[in-house]
C-alpha cells in the first residue's frame, strides 16, 4: 500500500531564516506530487505540482520554491521566511495519469516568528 | 473556470442528529470528478469519496451518504446519527480528468457534534 511522509511535523523559525520541507511518497510510482498551504482558519491553496522529476509548476508568486530531485519525494524551500509564510503545509500525491484522488500527508505546522 | 461553492462555514449539531453538508459547483467540462475530505483536529487530510460526472448513483457507506445531482449541481454529504468522532472540517472539491489535473476546494464546513 502506498504511504506518504512530510517531516519535520512542527517548526518554529526566525524571519529571515531558511525552510526546507520534505515530503516522500512509498508504494507507487511517477505520482503526482503537490504542496498545499492551509492558514489559520482558511481553506487549502495549491503552491506547486509536479507530474515527474525536476518538473515543478508554481500556482502562486512567493518567497518559496519546489524541488522534486527524485520521482518520489518532493521538496519546498525558502532562502528567507516571511511571517506570512506561516501555516499549516501538506504535500499529496495522486495517480500519475488519472484526474483522481489526492492523498495527503500528516502535514508540517509552521510558525513563524 | 472550475468554482465549487460550501456556502455552510460552521454546523453545530447534538450527537445522533443527522446533519446534512452542501457543495455546489460550477465547470464547463463535460467530465469531471467530485470529492469529498475530512480534515479531523489532527490536521491530515482524509479522502472520503470521488465521484464521476457520468455517475448519478446515490452512494451509502455506513452512516455517510452522498447525493450527487447534475441538475442543479450539487454533492451533498449526509451524515447520519452523527457522533463526536465526525467533528472536523469537511471539504468538497472537483478535478478534471488527466494528468495535470488540479484539484479546486471549497472553503470547507467545520463541523461539532456536541455530546
Known amino acids: 500500500s502506498q504511504t506518504i511522509h512530510q517531516w519535520p511535523a512542527t517548526l518554529v523559525q526566525p524571519v529571515g531564516s531558511p525552510l526546507s520541507l520534505e515530503c516522500t511518497v512509498e508504494g507507487t510510482s511517477n505520482p503526482n506530487l503537490y504542496w498545499y498551504r492551509q492558514a489559520a482558519g482558511r481553506g487549502l491553496q495549491l503552491l506547486f505540482y509536479s507530474v515527474g522529476i525536476g518538473q515543478i509548476s508554481s500556482e502562486v508568486p512567493q518567497n518559496l520554491s519546489a524541488s522534486r530531485p527524485q520521482d518520489r519525494q518532493f521538496i519546498l524551500s525558502s532562502k528567507k521566511l516571511l511571517l506570512s509564510d506561516s501555516g499549516f503545509y501538506l504535500c499529496a500525491w495522486s495517480m500519475g495519469d488519472r484526474g483522481y484522488e489526492q492523498y495527503f500527508g500528516p502535514g508540517t505546522r509552521l510558525t513563524v516568528t | 473556470a472550475q468554482k465549487v461553492t460550501q456556502a455552510q462555514t460552521e454546523i453545530s449539531v447534538v450527537e445522533k442528529e443527522d446533519v446534512t453538508l452542501d457543495c455546489v459547483y460550477e465547470?464547463?467540462?463535460?467530465?469531471?470528478?467530485l470529492f469529498w475530505y475530512k480534515q479531523p483536529p489532527s490536521g491530515e487530510l482524509v479522502f472520503l469519496i470521488r465521484?464521476?460526472?457520468?455517475?448519478?448513483q446515490n452512494e451509502i457507506s455506513g452512516r455517510y451518504s452522498w447525493n450527487f445531482q447534475k441538475s442543479t449541481s450539487s454533492f451533498n454529504f449526509t451524515i447520519t446519527a452523527s457522533q463526536v468522532v465526525d467533528s472536523a472540517v469537511y471539504f468538497c472539491?472537483?478535478?478534471?480528468?488527466?494528468?495535470?489535473?488540479?484539484?479546486?476546494f471549497g472553503k470547507g464546513i467545520t463541523l461539532s457534534v456536541r455530546p
Open positions: 465547470t464547463r467540462d463535460t467530465t469531471y470528478y
Open positions: 472539491a472537483l478535478s478534471r480528468p488527466g494528468a495535470n489535473s488540479k484539484l479546486t
Open positions: 465521484r464521476n460526472s457520468f455517475d448519478e
